[in-house]
C-alpha cells in the first residue's frame, strides 16, 4: 500500500525544498516546545522551593521568549507545507488528466467515466489534505513524543523506561487500528464511487426517466446505495473512534506508575519534586500530540486508500503503442487499405470484424452500409487506429498504422461521429478543434460545406454564440451538422462520416454530399450510413453483415450481385423508385 | 464589513438549515452532549488528583504513601470512564454526522427528480454531481469535527474555569484575561477565509465540469488530437484552482500557530503568578502543577474551536452550495385536483399554444392541431425546426407559454404528469440505458414483467437475436448508458422498452436513426401493428416511413408551416413537395 504511493510522491519532487523547510521549521517549533517543561521544573525547584522571586520571573519572560519564536517557525512550516501540498495536488491532477488522455479507448471502456471523475475530484482533494497534515505533523507529533522521552531519560533513567514502554504500546495500537481501516475507507470510497455513478447516470437520463415515470424508483435505488455508503462509514468510524480513548487509558496508566516510582525515588533522595513535575508534564505532552497524531491518522489513512486509488488509474497503462514512422513524401495522400482486418474486443467473446479487405484510393468515396452491430463503427474506428486489429492489417498512406506515429496519423483524418457532441465554449471554438490555425475564411467555408449557415445566421452572436456542456443549447440537426463543419476545418485527407447524417432530412444530407465532393481538394470519404440514399453515388460500397464483408462494388454492381444490400435498397424505396433509380 | 456581514448572515441561514436536518437525531445529540459533560468533568479531575499525588511526595523521607495510593486509584477509575464516554461519544457522533449527510444526500437527489428540465438542461451535469459528492463529503469532514471538537471544547472551557476557581482567584483571572484574545484571532482569520473556501469551491465545480466534458467525450477529443488544448485549459484552471487553494490553506492554517501563541502566553502568565503565589506559601506545588495543566487544556479547546470554525466555515460553504440545488425551484406541482386518465383514448387537441425555451426567441406561436384516437401524425421538416420541442411539450417536459394541450379532453396540466406520461411511450433520439442487466433494462416501463413478456418484446423490437448471442443473454450486465453496446442495439433496446408496455398514445423521435433499414423495415412492422389503434407521433426524416400518416405536419422555424395527408400535400407543392423532391438529389 506504500508501495502504490511511491509513484504519487514523484510528483513532489518539484517541492522538495518546501518539503524539507516545512517539516524542519515544525521540528525547530517543537524543540522550544520541549524545553518548556525543564523551564518549569527549575521555577518550581529554583524559584518557589528556594524562594527566588527574581528567577521566577526571569523564567516566565524566557517561556514568553519562547513562544514568541515558535509562532514565528510554525507560521514559517505551515506556509511551506500548504505550498507543497497544493503544488502537488495541482500537479496531480495534471498528470492524471494527461494520463487519462493518453489511454487507449478500450481502457476507458473498462475503467468508466464517474470513477474517473471521483479519482480526479475528491480523491486528488482528500490526498491533498493528506500531504499538507503530513508535513505539518506526521514528523512533529514523532518527534515531541520520542523528544518527551529523551528528556526524561536525561532527569531519571529508570523513570525513563515507563516512557520507552508507553510508546511501544502506543505504537501498537496506533498502526492495529491503521491496518484495520485502511481497506475499509477504501471500499467506503468505492461505494461512493458507486453513489456518483448513480447520480450522473440520473442526470443524463432524465428525459427516459421521466417519460418512465422511474423517479421513485430512481429515489429508491439511490438511497439504497446512499445507506449501503453511510452503514459502511459508521462501522469503519467506529473502529476509528477507538484511537483516543484508548490512548487516553494507557497514557494515564503511565502517569500512575510514573508518579508511584518517582514517589520511591523521592522517598529514597534520588530525585526532587520539581522533576517529579517536569516528569509528569512530558507525559501529558505525549498525551496532546497523540490525540493530534490520533486524529491525523484518520485522515491519512483516508488519504492514503485515496490515493492508492488514484495510483491504480496511473497503473493502467495504455496498451497501444506509439509509432515513430512518417509516411513516405511521395506516397498518395488520403489511401486506405484494410488487408484481412479482424478486431474481437477485449473480453468479448467474438470477432465484431472479421476477414475485412478493401483499398479506397485519394479523394475517393466510400460507402458502408449495413445490419445493426455488423460492425461498421468498428471497421472505421480501426483507420484512426482507435483500437489495433486483432488480425490482418490496416494501412494509410501505405503504411501500416502501427508503425504511424499516432499524432500524424489522426492529424489527417476527421470523424463525425453517431452522437453529435459540441463542448462548452462558442461556435467558433468549437470549430476550431479540427484546426487552430483555420482563418475566418476557411471556418466559414467548412461551415458553407457542412450546410450550417442557417444555424450561424440563426444566433444573435454568429460564431461567438455560447455553447453550452454538450451543446445542450442546440438541437440535434444543428449539432450535427456544426459537428461536421468542425470536422471539415481540418481539412482532412480522409474524412469519416459515422451515420453523420441520421439527423438531417434528405435534402440538406444530399445537399452535403454534394458539397463535400465538390470541395478543391476532395478527402477520401467514408460514409457510414443506414441509407442506400447517402451511399448510392459512392466509389465503392462495402456492405457488411455480421462483421462479415457480404459484398463490395458499386451501386449498380451490387444490385446485380449482392442480395443483402437488394434488400436494403428494396426495404427503404417503394417499387416504382426502385425500378426509377435502380 | 458590510461583505463579511453579508457572509455571516448567508452563513447562519445555512446553520439553520443544518440543524433543521439534525433534528431527528435530537435524542442522540443530548446524549452526545452529556456524555461529553461526564468525560470533560472526568477528564478535568485527573490534574486535582495528580496534584494531590504529586503534593504526596515533597522530598526525602517525606513522602505520604497512603494518600498517594488512593489518589492513583481515583486516576485510574477516572481514565477508564472518560475513555467509555469518549468511545461512545465519537460513536454516537459519527451516526449523526453520516446519518444527517445521507439525508441531505437523499433529499438532493429526490429533489432532482422534481426540477423543471429546464433547470437540466441548462447546468452542466459535473456541477450538479460535484455538488452531491465533493460537497457533501467537505460538508461532512467539518460536520463530524465540529461535533467531536466543538462539545468537548466549550465544556472544558466551562469546566476548567470552576475546577480553577476552586483552586485560586487571582490565576483564574490571569487565565480568563488573556485567553479570548484566541477567540479573537481566530474569528478574524475565519471570515477572512470563508471567501477564500468559496471561490475554491466554485473553482473546484468549474474543474468538474471540464473534467466530465473531456472524460465523458475522451474517444472525440482523442480523434481531434485535442487533448494538449484541452489539457491546457484544464492546467488553465488548475493553476487558478492552486493559487486559490494555496491561499484558503495558508490562511486558514494560520490560526493554530496564532492561538497556540496566545495560549503560550497563557502558559508563561499563569506560570509567573502560580510560582509567585506559591513562593508566597498561598499555593501548593501539586496545586501550581494542576494549574499548569488547565492553563493548556483551557486554552487547547480554543486551538481546537478555531480550527473547528475554520473547518465549519468551509463545511458551510459546500453546505451553501448544495442547498442552493436544494432550493432550486422545483416544477410546478401536479395540480391539486389532478386527475388520472382512465382508459386513455388519446384524443389529442392542442390549442393556441405558445412556447420559447428562452423569453426574447419566440419558437412556436399560437400552434393548433386536433388528432383523433388512433391517429398517426408525423412531424416533419428541416434540421432544426423545432420537432423535438412538440415532444417537449407533449410530455411536459416543458410547460407551454400560452394556450392547452387536451387529452381525452382534459388539459394536461390537469393531469398528474406520472399519468400523462405512462400514457405516451417515448423512443428518444438520445438513448438512455441504464446500469443493470438487459433484463432490467427492457422491463423499465413495467418492472414486474416475466421474462416471456420480456423475451416477447425484445422479439418485437427485433433484439432478441443480438441479446441471445451476448455472454448472459437477458442476464448481461451493461456498463453506464450500455457499455459496449452499439448505437443501434441500444436503440433496439429502448424500443423493447416501449414494445412491453404498449401505452395508448406514443412517441417516436427519430427513433430509427441509428437502424439499418433492413432492420428498420422489419420494426415498421412491428411498429405498424403496435401503433394500431394508438395515437402516434413520429418525428422522422424518411418520408417513405410517414407516408401513410393520416396527418403531416411539416415545421419550419418552429412554426407548423403545412398540414394534410402526403397526396394533399404534394398536391399542394409546397415546402413538403420540395423536401420530397430532395429526397434522391445527389
Known amino acids: 500500500m506504500v508501495f502504490d504511493l511511491k509513484k504519487l510522491f514523484v510528483y513532489l519532487k518539484d517541492y522538495t525544498r518546501e518539503c524539507v523547510l516545512g517539516p524542519l521549521f515544525k521540528l525547530l517549533e517543537a524543540s522550544f516546545e520541549l524545553i518548556v517543561p525543564l523551564i518549569v521544573a527549575s521555577l518550581i525547584d529554583r524559584g518557589i522551593l528556594a524562594g527566588d522571586r527574581g528567577w521566577i520571573v526571569k523564567m516566565s519572560l524566557a517561556l514568553v521568549l519562547l513562544a514568541l519564536v515558535g509562532l514565528g517557525f510554525s507560521v514559517t512550516a505551515q506556509y511551506f507545507s500548504a505550498r507543497a501540498a497544493i503544488g502537488f495536488s495541482t500537479k496531480l491532477r495534471h498528470v492524471l488528466m494527461a494520463h ?16 474517473l471523475i471521483t479519482r480526479m475530484t475528491s480523491d486528488v ?56 481501516t485502511i481497506p475499509m475507507y477504501r471500499r467506503v470510497q468505492h461505494q461512493l464511487d458507486s453513489v456518483t455513478a448513480a447520480t450522473r447516470e440520473n442526470l443524463t437520463g432524465v428525459r427516459v426517466i421521466r417519460a418512465f415515470c422511474k423517479e421513485e424508483g430512481e429515489v429508491a435505488k439511490f438511497t439504497k446505495r446512499n445507506k449501503l455508503l453511510t452503514g459502511m462509514q459508521q462501522s469503519v468510524g467506529r473502529i476509528s473512534a477507538l484511537m483516543n480513548p484508548v490512548t487516553y487509558v494507557v497514557i494515564n496508566l503511565a502517569v ?68 515513430t514512422m512518417r509516411p513516405a513524401k511521395d506516397a498518395p495522400r488520403g489511401s486506405v487499405v484494410f488487408e484481412h482486418v479482424s478486431l474481437q474486443y ?45 488480425g490482418g492489417r490496416v494501412l494509410v498512406d501505405g503504411m501500416d498504422v502501427r508503425k504511424l506515429s499516432m499524432a500524424d496519423l489522426r492529424s489527417c483524418i476527421a470523424i463525425v461521429p453517431q452522437k453529435a457532441v459540441l463542448f462548452k465554449g462558442t461556435i467558433r471554438s468549437n470549430l476550431l478543434w479540427g484546426n487552430e490555425q483555420a482563418s475566418q475564411e476557411e471556418i466559414l467555408s467548412a461551415v458553407h460545406i457542412a450546410q450550417a449557415d442557417d444555424v450561424i445566421a440563426g444566433k444573435t452572436l454568429g460564431l461567438d454564440e455560447p455553447v453550452e456542456q454538450g451543446g445542450r443549447n442546440f438541437s440535434g440537426g444543428q449539432r450535427q451538422r456544426l459537428t461536421i463543419a468542425r470536422a471539415l476545418v481540418r481539412k482532412p485527407e480522409i474524412l469519416i462520416l459515422d451515420d453523420s447524417a441520421s439527423a438531417l432530412d434528405y435534402a440538406t444530407d444530399a445537399r452535403l454530399r454534394r458539397a463535400i465532393r465538390e470541395m478543391d481538394n476532395p478527402p477520401t470519404t467514408f460514409i457510414v450510413s443506414q441509407r442506400a440514399a447517402s451511399v448510392l453515388h459512392a466509389d465503392l460500397i462495402i456492405v457488411l453483415e455480421d462483421g462479415q464483408v457480404a459484398g463490395t462494388g458499386t451501386h449498380e454492381e451490387l444490385m446485380n450481385s449482392c442480395s443483402v444490400y437488394q434488400e436494403i435498397y428494396s426495404s427503404q424505396f417503394s417499387q416504382e423508385e426502385v425500378s426509377a433509380h435502380g | 464589513m458590510a461583505k463579511q456581514a453579508k457572509n455571516m448572515g448567508a452563513q447562519l441561514k445555512t446553520l439553520r438549515r443544518v440543524m433543521r436536518y439534525i433534528r431527528p437525531h435530537l435524542p442522540w445529540l443530548l446524549l452526545s ?62 451516526r449523526i454526522t453520516y446519518r444527517t449527510v445521507a439525508d441531505i444526500r437523499n433529499d438532493a437527489f429526490a429533489h ?60 483564574t483571572l490571569v487565565v480568563v484575561v488573556i485567553t479570548p484574545l484566541s477567540l479573537l484571532v481566530a474569528n478574524f482569520i475565519a471570515t477572512r477565509t470563508y471567501s477564500m473556501f468559496r471561490l475554491q469551491s466554485a473553482t473546484r465545480g468549474e474543474q468538474t465540469a471540464l473534467i466530465d466534458e473531456a472524460i465523458g467525450e475522451a474517444k472525440l477529443v482523442a480523434a481531434f488530437g485535442h487533448g494538449e488544448k484541452t489539457l491546457a485549459q484544464f492546467d488553465e484552471i488548475n493553476d487558478r484552482l492552486r493559487e486559490c487553494s494555496l491561499q484558503a490553506t495558508f490562511f486558514s492554517s494560520l490560526t ?33 502543577s494542576s494549574f499548569l495543566s488547565y492553563a493548556n487544556q483551557y486554552t487547547k479547546p480554543f486551538n481546537e474551536i478555531s480550527g473547528v470554525v475554520t473547518e465549519l466555515q468551509n463545511a458551510l460553504a459546500c453546505a451553501g452550495r448544495m442547498f442552493e440545488l436544494i432550493d432550486e425551484p422545483e416544477q410546478e406541482p401536479d395540480a391539486e385536483f389532478a386527475q388520472t386518465l382512465c382508459d386513455p383514448q388519446g384524443e389529442i387537441a392542442i390549442r393556441g399554444v405558445d412556447f420559447s425555451y428562452t423569453k426574447d426567441r419566440p419558437l412556436i406561436e399560437g400552434f393548433s392541431l386536433d388528432v383523433k384516437p388512433g391517429q398517426h401524425v408525423a412531424i416533419v421538416g428541416p434540421t432544426g425546426c423545432g420537432k423535438t420541442t412538440m415532444i417537449n411539450l407533449l410530455m411536459r417536459f416543458y410547460d407551454v407559454d400560452a394556450g392547452e394541450i387536451r387529452i381525452d379532453g382534459h388539459e394536461t396540466r390537469d393531469i398528474t404528469r406520472q399519468n400523462l406520461r405512462s400514457s405516451i411511450g417515448m423512443v428518444l433520439q438520445d438513448t438512455w440505458l441504464t446500469a443493470g442487466t438487459i433484463r432490467e433494462n427492457i422491463a423499465m416501463s413495467r418492472p414486474d414483467a416475466s421474462l416471456d413478456e420480456v423475451i416477447a418484446a425484445a422479439k418485437a423490437a427485433h433484439a432478441h437475436s443480438f441479446i441471445r448471442r451476448l455472454p448472459d443473454g437477458y442476464d448481461t450486465v451493461i456498463g453506464e448508458n450500455g457499455g459496449q453496446l ?101
Open chain 2, 112 to 171: 432532482i427528480q422534481k426540477l423543471p428540465l429546464k433547470y437540466l438542461d441548462a447546468h452542466p451535469a459535473g456541477d450538479t454531481v460535484s455538488r452531491m459528492i465533493s460537497d457533501v463529503d467537505t460538508f461532512a469532514d467539518g460536520l463530524l469535527m465540529g461535533f467531536t471538537q466543538l462539545f468537548t471544547g466549550l465544556a472544558t472551557i466551562l469546566g476548567t474555569l470552576i475546577f480553577m476557581l476552586t483552586l485560586s482567584l487571582t490565576i
Open chain 1, 125 to 180: 482533494n482528500q490526498v491533498q489534505s493528506g500531504v499538507n497534515m503530513v508535513l505539518r505533523l506526521l514528523l512533529r507529533s514523532p518527534f515531541v513524543v520520542f523528544g518527551a522521552m529523551v528528556m526524561a531519560f536525561t532527569i531519571d533513567f529508570s523513570c525513563a523506561l515507563i516512557f520507552a514502554a508507553v510508546i511501544f504500546v502506543l505504537c501498537v495500537i496506533v498502526f492495529s487500528i491503521m491496518l484495520m
Open chain 2, 256 to 288: 493554530n500557530p496564532c492561538t497556540r501563541f496566545v495560549n503560550s502566553i497563557v502558559y508563561a502568565g499563569v506560570a509567573l503568578t502560580g510560582a509567585l503565589a506559591a513562593a508566597g506559601g498561598m499555593l501548593s506545588v501539586g496545586g501550581l
Open chain 1, 256 to 323: 500512575i506508575a510514573l508518579i508511584r516510582s518517582g514517589a520511591l525515588k523521592v522517598e529514597a533522595g534520588q530525585l526532587s519534586q520539581g522533576e517529579v513535575v517536569a516528569l509528569y508534564n512530558y507525559m501529558s505532552q505525549i498525551l496532546v500530540e497523540l490525540v493530534k497524531m490520533a486524529s491525523l491518522i484518520i485522515l491519512l489513512t483516508k488519504s492514503v486508500a485515496c490515493g492508492g486509488r488514484i495510483a491504480a488509474i496511473l497503473d493502467v497503462s495504455p496498451e497501444q503503442q506509439d509509432g
Open chain 1, 346 to 390: 477485449p473480453g468479448a467473446g467474438d470477432e465484431s470484424i472479421t476477414d475485412v479487405s478493401f483499398a479506397a484510393a485519394p479523394g475517393q468515396t466510400i460507402g458502408v452500409i449495413g445490419g445493426t452491430g455488423s460492425g461498421k463503427t468498428t471497421l472505421i474506428n480501426l483507420i484512426g487506429r482507435f483500437y489495433d486489429a486483432t
Open chain 2, 486 to 586: 452499439s448505437q443501434g442495439q441500444k436503440q433496439l433496446l429502448c424500443i423493447a422498452r416501449v414494445m412491453l408496455s404498449l401505452p395508448p398514445m406514443l412517441i417516436l423521435d427519430e427513433a430509427t436513426s441509428s437502424i439499418d433499414t433492413r432492420t428498420e423495415h422489419r420494426i415498421q412492422k412491428a411498429f405498424a401493428s403496435m401503433m394500431q389503434g394508438r395515437t402516434s407521433f413520429i418525428v422522422a426524416h424518411r418520408l417513405s416511413t410517414i407516408r401513410h400518416a393520416d396527418m403531416i405536419l411539416v415545421m419550419r422555424e418552429g412554426r407548423v408551416v403545412e398540414q394534410g395527408t402526403h397526396e394533399e400535400l404534394l398536391e399542394k407543392n409546397g415546402f413538403y413537395a420540395e423536401l420530397h423532391q430532395s429526397q434522391f438529389a445527389g
Open chain 2, 33 to 94: 452532549l452529556a456524555l461529553a459533560l461526564i468525560s470533560v468533568a472526568l477528564t478535568l479531575y485527573v490534574p486535582i488528583l495528580v496534584g494531590r499525588a504529586i503534593d504526596c511526595i515533597v522530598s526525602a523521607g517525606r513522602v505520604d504513601f497512603d494518600g498517594l495510593g488512593s489518589a492513583l486509584i481515583a486516576i485510574a477509575v477516572c481514565a477508564a470512564l472518560t475513555a467509555g464516554c469518549q468511545w461512545v461519544m465519537n460513536t454516537i457522533n459519527n
Open chain 1, 100 to 115: 487519462i488522455q493518453k489511454l487507449g479507448f478500450a481502457e476507458i471502456d473498462r475503467l468508466g467515466t464517474s470513477t
